[in-house]
Antibody, heavy 121, light 107 residues
């Protein structure tokens, strides 16, 4: 299974950050996983952003919930992240990953290589 | 949110050493605890899930243990590729949260 993030590396303050994650080797409508975004802020640890399941359930981190929207393109086998009203504090390395939704272990595997997003005018 | 506290935040060790990292969640998470390692420029990789289960393909020199509010990751006989940052993650409830990381450096 392979995940690959894509999107602009530079976003202006107050605009919307839009990223996509292309999945190969698995089908996002298979039902066994949450398709997930995580970010790493500079010099900081990892922060879960949100997860989407093929049946339509979506979970967001409350700290970002008012600005985040996840969606999925079943035909294209990819899922997307929109983060609105970005500030420099949203500059980070953004990862997409797959989270087990069946066993309850909720482990994140595998991960994409990550895409660096800088918010700057 | 469940806060995850790792210790130490960094350590220096030599190839062949045994290393232990501790993770303490702010509340009982039973055995819902996963470990990852992360090398710069690479994707994070799952090592251990459900506190002590070794992920497929991961070396048996990695061992996880613990439950409730204290967990440990032990690396037996540290190898050059093990120098990285290690994160714990609670899988008990959303928002899923990670520890701040433990950086393992070469002495």
């Amino acid at each position: 299974v392979y995940l690959q993030e894509s999107g602009p590396g530079l976003v202006k303050p107050s605009e919307t950050l839009a990223l996509s994650c292309s999945v190969s080797g698995d089908s996002i409508d298979g039902g066994g996983y949450y398709w997930t975004w995580v970010r790493q802020l500079p010099g900081k640890g990892l922060e879960w952003i949100g997860s989407i399941h093929s049946v339509g359930s979506i979970h967001y981190n409350p700290s970002l919930k008012s600005r985040v929207a996840l969606s999925q393109d079943i035909a294209g086998n990819q899922f997307s992240l929109n983060l609105t009203s970005v500030t420099e504090a949203d500059s980070a390395l953004y990862y997409c990953t797959r989270v087990d939704a069946v066993t309850g272990a909720h482990h994140f595997d595998p991960w994409g290589q990550g895409t660096l997003v800088t918010v700057s005018s | 949110d469940i806060q995850m506290t790792q210790s130490p935040t960094s350590l220096s060790a030599s190839v062949g050493d045994r290393v232990t990292i501790t993770c303490r969640p702010s509340q009982n998470i039973y055995k819902y605890l996963n470990w990852y390692h992360h090398r710069p420029g690479k994707a994070p990789q799952l090592l251990i899930f459900s506190s002590s289960s070794l992920h497929t393909g991961v070396s048996s020199r990695f061992r996880g243990s613990g439950s409730g509010t204290e967990f440990t990751l032990t690396i037996d006989s540290l190898q050059p590729e093990d120098f990285a940052t290690y994160y714990c993650q609670q899988a008990y409830t959303t928002p899923w949260t990670f520890g701040q990381g433990t950086r393992v450096e070469i002495k």
